[in-house]
């Protein structure tokens, strides 16, 4: 089973990104996410139509998803932001 992930409102993002996995706050990184690289990705959502016969079809649908790769002392991190972007995720 995979690893729990924690959620919260877009609004929250750049506050939240401020702060590691560890809960402590990230040393060389303010939580200006523009100054991040945006980097996206396209997954599918796909449905079998009528799943009971053999001829059944199945319709894939694209979801645009978007990340930031900031950096901090530590090195780099990425953060899912979606929402924030104002996209509309899956």
Known sequence: MAPFVETWPARELEFRSQVSLK???RKGFDGDLKGCELLEMLQYK????KPITKESVTRCWPIERMFRRCVDR????????TAWEGKKGG
Request: proline share 0%; with cysteine.
């Open 23 to 25: 809960g402590n706050k």
């Open 74 to 81: 530590n090195g780099s991190f990425m953060l899912e932001t």
């Open 46 to 49: 796909c449905e079998v139509e």
